[in-house]
C-alpha cells in the first residue's frame, strides 16, 4: 500500500467534501459509540477488567520473549512451524516459500491487518498467487482496488449504492439493492473460492502460549472456512498479540468485543492448535505461524511501549472526532484513527508519518474509551517531541513557538506585549467585539470570526484598581 | 474584603492568558467568586501561560521553563486557583516534565496539589454554596475536554448553576464532544476544526437554548466565533460569569465598547 500519510491534510479536506463519505461516516458515529456503552453498561466490573488487561499486558510485554518461545514450542508440539520474521520483506518470502511448497495458486484470506501492514496481496499477485479476501468488508474492498479504511469495518467508508455497484459489475448478476441478497451473492461467489483454495491466511487476535493455539474472531465463519479447508493455514500475526493462558485470552475476550462493537462477544471465537491429527475429521495439514515483529520490539523498553497493549478493537476510532471528520483513508496508511496515529510514525518513520500524531485536539476520549488504557494522547505528544527534536515541525511552527516562548518566560515583556496586542485587536475590531479576518490567523478567521478583546487586560485593569485602592 | 475573624486564606489566581487578553471579565468573576467564598485573592505578577501550547508541540524544554516560572510565582499560597480545566490540567502536567531525582520535581507535586480549576474548587474543596446571580435564561452547558477527562469536572458546574433560580439547563446532544478548539489544532488543521465546531454549535443550537455556558475560553471563543459567522443569535459565556452574577456586559463576541475613550 502506497504510503500517504504526508497528504494527509489534502486527503482530509477532500474527504471533508465528499458527501458520499460523509453519509457513511454518519452510520460508523451513530453505531458503535451506543452500543459500546450499552454493552460496557450491562458488565458492573467492566473498569475493574480494564485495569485486570492493562496489568497484564505489561506483564507479558515485560516477558514477551519468555512467552513467544513458550508458544513457539507449543506449536511444534502440535505439528507446526513458527517462522521469526523481522521485517515485512521477511514474512512475505516466508509466506511465498510456503505458499510455493504448496504449489499454491489460489489463496483464501481471513481478515488481517498484518497482513495489509506488509503488503501481502500485492506481493502475491506480483508472484502469480491469487489471493482471495473472504471477509464481507475486505471481498468488497478486494472488488474495487480499494483498502480498508478502519481496522475491523474495513468497508466501514462504502454505502450499500457502493456495494451493489461493485458486486454488479464484478459478478455480472442484476443489480440489487437489497442486503440480503447481497450477502447471499457474495456467499454464492466465496464459497467455490473456499473449496478451490490451496493455503489458507488468516490473521490472529491472541496467541496462546500455554497450548500453542491461535484465535481469531469473526462475525461471518469466513476465518473458520479459510484455515479449515486447505490443506495449509497461514498464521499471520504480530509479536505483541501472544497471550500466557486460555483464562488470560478469555480476560481480554470480554473486552474486545464489548469496545469494538457492543456485542458480548463476536460470532465465531476459533482457535487453530496445529495441524490436524489422525482422528480429526478437518483440519490442515500444514500448520505455519508467520510471527511479525517490524519495529514492534523497538518499541519494548520505550516510551511507546504502551501501544503494545493495544488489542486492535478500533474503540479509539470508533470515538475519535477527526477520525469521524474524515474517516480512515485519510490516514494515508494501513491503520488509522489515535492507535494509528501512534502507530504508524514507528512502522513508516516520524518523517513521513509526522502530521498524524499532530491531528488531535487532545480531547482524550480514545484513552477514555481504550479497554487497555493506553495513553494514546500522551504517547501522540511523545511523537511530538520527537518532531520537534529532528527539527522537522514547519519552520513557521517552530519560529512562532519560540518568539511566543521568549515572551512567556519574561512576564513584563509579556505583559507589555498582551497590552499592546489587546489593543491592536480591539482597533481591528472596530468596537463591533469580533474581526472577519485577522492576519496569521487565517485558518480560524476563514471559517469563523474571532472575539476581540473586551478591554484593557486584567493584568492592566487589575494593577489599575490596585492603585486606585492604595489611595486615600 | 470579608470581615471574617479569622483573616481569610490568600489563595493565588491564576489569570489564564487567554481570560487576561480576550475576556478579563473572566478573571474578575473568578476573584469575585472566590472572595464570595471567604477568600483573599492575590494576582502573582510573575504568571504568563500555562505552557501548553509548547507542551502540545513536543517543545519540553520551553515548558520546563514557563513551569519553573510558574511553580515559583505560585509559591506559598495554599490555592491556586483558575479559571480553566484546561490550564490547570496543563499544571497537573507539571510533574511529567522533571526527572525523579530533580528538585522542581517535588516543587510541581506541590503545585498540583494547591491546583484546582474553579467550579471544582468551590463545589468539591470549600462545598460553596453562596451563589448569588439574577441570571435568567435557557442555558446549554459545553464539557470541556481537559476539565472533563483531565480532572473530572462535569456534575461541578451544574450543581453551582443550580442555584441560580432564572436559569435552565437544556443539555445538548454530545455535549461531551470535542469542539476542535485543541489549541494550536484549530489554526493548523483548520478543515477539521471547523467541520468539529459546526456539529457543535448545531447541537447547542438545536438545544433550544439561547446561551452556551463552557468553563474553557479556548472552546468559547471558538463556538463564539463559529455561531456569529454562522449568524446564529445563541449567546456564548464563560460559567463564572453567570455565577458571579456579572452577565451585564456584552456576551463573548457581543462587545461593544467605546474604543475612543482608550485609543
Redesign the interface.
Known amino acids: 500500500m502506497d504510503i500517504k500519510s504526508p497528504e494527509f ?1 489534502q486527503s ?2 477532500i474527504a ?1 467534501q465528499d458527501a458520499n463519505l460523509q453519509k457513511a461516516l454518519g452510520n460508523l458515529k451513530a453505531g458503535f459509540p451506543g452500543k459500546r456503552a450499552a454493552a460496557v453498561a450491562r458488565v458492573p466490573e467492566f473498569e475493574e477488567l480494564r485495569d485486570q488487561a492493562h496489568d497484564l499486558k505489561n506483564h507479558i510485554l515485560e516477558h514477551l520473549d519468555l512467552y513467544l518461545e513458550e508458544f513457539e514450542a507449543r506449536v511444534v508440539e502440535n505439528g507446526g512451524q513458527v517462522h521469526w520474521c523481522s521485517t515485512s520483506e521477511d514474512a512475505r518470502q516466508t509466506i511465498l516459500q510456503i505458499c510455493r511448497e504448496q504449489n499454491a495458486k489460489t489463496v483464501t484470506k481471513g481478515k488481517s491487518m498484518v497482513t495489509e501492514e506488509i503488503n501481502l496481496n500485492e506481493f502475491l499477485e506480483e508472484n502469480d498467487i491469487r489471493p482471495v479476501e473472504t471477509d464481507l468488508g475486505e471481498y468488497i474492498l478486494q472488488l474495487r482496488g480499494d483498502h480498508p479504511s478502519h481496522i475491523i469495518a474495513p468497508a466501514i467508508h462504502l454505502n450499500l449504492e457502493d456495494v451493489s455497484e461493485a458486486f454488479h459489475e464484478h459478478h455480472k448478476r442484476p443489480k440489487s439493492d437489497d442486503p440480503a441478497e447481497l450477502m447471499a451473492e457474495a456467499r454464492e461467489m466465496l464459497r467455490k473460492q473456499f473449496v478451490a483454495a490451496d493455503v489458507g491466511i488468516t490473521g490472529a487476535n491472541f496467541l496462546v502460549a500455554e497450548t500453542g493455539s491461535t484465535l481469531i474472531v469473526t462475525n461471518e465463519g469466513n476465518g473458520d472456512l479459510t484455515q479449515t479447508l486447505p490443506k495449509t493455514h497461514i498464521v499471520v500475526s504480530s509479536i505483541e498479540k501472544v497471550v500466557p493462558t486460555l483464562e488470560d485470552m478469555s480476560l481480554f475476550l470480554r473486552l474486545l468485543a464489548r469496545s469494538a462493537t457492543g456485542q458480548e462477544y463476536s460470532v465465531y471465537n476459533t482457535l487453530s492448535s496445529g495441524n490436524r491429527r489422525p482422528d480429526d475429521q478437518d483440519g490442515p495439514e500444514n500448520f505455519h505461524v508467520v510471527l511479525v515483529d517490524n519495529g514492534r520490539s523497538d518499541m519494548v523498553g520505550t516510551q511507546f511501549q504502551d501501544m503494545l497493549r493495544c488489542i486492535r478493537c478500533s474503540a479509539c476510532m470508533n470515538h475519535c ?2 477520525y469521524g ?2 474517516g480512515g483513508h485519510s490516514y494515508g496508511w494501513v491503520y488509522p484513527g489515535p492507535m494509528g496515529s501512534v502507530l504508524t510514525p514507528q512502522m513508516i518513520g516520524i518523517e513521513k508519518a509526522g502530521l498524524l500524531p ?8 480514545c ?2 474509551v481504550c479497554p487497555v488504557r493506553i495513553p494514546l494522547p500522551k504517547l501522540m ?1 511523545h ?7 529532528k527539527h522537522l ?1 514547519p519552520k513557521a ?1 517552530r519560529w512562532g ?2 518568539g ?2 521568549f ?3 519574561r ?1 513584563r515583556l ?2 507589555l506585549f ?1 497590552s499592546s ?3 491592536v485587536m ?2 481591528l ?6 474581526v ?1 479576518k485577522l492576519p496569521l ?4 478567521t ?14 492592566q ?2 494593577d489599575e484598581r490596585q492603585k486606585q485602592e492604595k489611595q486615600p | 474584603m470579608s470581615d471574617t475573624h479569622t483573616p481569610p486564606i490568600k489563595v493565588g489566581l491564576f489569570v489564564t492568558c487567554l481570560a487576561d487578553m480576550f475576556r478579563p471579565e473572566v478573571a474578575f468573576a473568578t476573584v469575585k467568586l472566590l472572595e464570595q467564598a471567604g477568600f483573599l485573592v492575590d494576582v502573582p505578577k510573575a504568571q504568563t501561560c500555562c505552557g501548553q501550547p509548547a507542551f502540545n508541540s513536543g517543545d519540553n524544554e520551553s515548558t520546563r521553563k514557563i513551569a519553573r516560572q510558574t511553580i515559583e510565582a505560585f509559591d506559598g499560597y495554599r490555592y491556586v486557583i483558575g479559571p480553566s480545566g484546561s490550564c490547570i490540567g496543563m499544571l497537573h502536567h507539571y510533574p511529567e516534565l522533571f526527572a525523579d531525582d530533580d528538585p522542581w520535581k517535588a516543587r510541581a507535586e506541590d503545585l498540583k496539589a494547591r491546583a484546582f480549576e474553579i467550579t471544582s474548587f468551590l463545589v468539591d474543596e470549600v462545598d460553596f454554596s453562596g451563589i448569588q446571580s439574577d441570571f435568567k435564561g435557557k442555558i446549554t452547558y459545553h464539557d470541556s475536554c481537559s476539565g472533563l477527562r483531565e480532572l473530572g469536572i462535569k456534575q461541578q458546574p451544574r450543581q453551582l448553576l443550580s442555584e441560580i433560580d432564572g436559569l435552565e439547563l437544556n443539555e445538548m446532544q454530545e455535549a461531551e464532544t470535542c469542539c476542535g478548539f485543541g489549541g494550536t489544532f484549530c489554526v493548523k488543521y483548520a478543515d477539521i476544526s471547523n467541520r468539529m465546531v459546526s456539529n457543535k454549535t448545531g447541537f447547542a443550537a438545536d438545544s433550544g437554548a439561547d446561551t452556551l455556558v463552557g468553563g474553557d475560553l479556548g472552546c468559547l471563543l471558538n463556538m463564539a466565533g463559529k455561531l456569529k459567522r454562522e449568524g446564529r443569535e445563541m449567546e456564548v459565556r464563560h460559567v463564572v460569569e453567570l455565577l458571579a452574577g456579572m452577565t451585564d456586559s456584552a456576551a463573548i463576541g457581543d462587545a461593544d465598547y467605546d474604543l475612543g475613550q482608550e485609543l
Open positions: 491534510k482530509a479536506r471533508l472526532p477527526v471528520s474524515v499532530n491531528a488531535s485536539t487532545f480531547c482524550g476520549k484513552e477514555e505528544r511523537w511530538r517531541e520527537k518532531e520537534y527534536e515541525s511552527v513557538l519560540s511566543w516562548a515572551l512567556a518566560t512576564p509579556y505583559r498582551s496586542a489587546s489593543k480591539r482597533m475590531g472596530g468596537g463591533k467585539g469580533k472577519t490567523a487565517a485558518g480560524w476563514d471559517h469563523r470570526d474571532m472575539p476581540t478583546p473586551t478591554g484593557k487586560t486584567f493584568m485593569q487589575w
